[in-house]
């Protein structure tokens, strides 16, 4: 019999992401390691602070993004992955352009000294089973 959750726990699940509120989101050029337990691979080419209100309330088992994510860029480079933690817990997700469906979306994956990158989405989505 296959596993299946109600949208109330699907909300509540996704919304055990919110501990990262206040945490840093890394972003690297490169690909993604095999598993947040490993060290990031690439070269760090921002770190955004997030807010203590980083997200909205979960719907229908997506967790998404509130307000501004943005920061000044450290170092130039193709954006390729991002790495999400605070203190001991993490997680990777994948980085694309706005529109190409990534986990973390980007005004512009190519991101340059002293520019600006900003977060135009950011969903994470619990699936149902």
Do not use: C, H
């Amino acid at each position: 019999m296959a596993l299946r959750y109600n949208t109330a726990l699907i909300n509540e699940l996704v919304s055990t992401f919110e501990g990262f509120e206040g945490g840093d989101l890394e972003i690297y050029t490169g690909t993604q390691p095999a598993t947040a337990n490993t060290a990031a691979s690439g070269t760090l080419l921002a770190t955004i602070v997030l807010p203590a209100d980083a997200f909205n309330a979960a719907s229908n088992g997506v967790l998404s993004k509130n307000g501004t994510w943005d920061d000044t860029v450290d170092a130039t480079g193709t954006a390729g992955w991002a790495r999400l933690s605070n203190g001991a817990i993490s997680m990777d997700m994948n980085i694309t352009a706005t529109g190409d469906g990534g986990e973390i979306t980007l005004d512009n994956i190519s991101l340059i000294t002293g520019g600006t990158v900003t977060v135009s989405t950011f969903n994470i989505t619990q699936p149902a089973s």
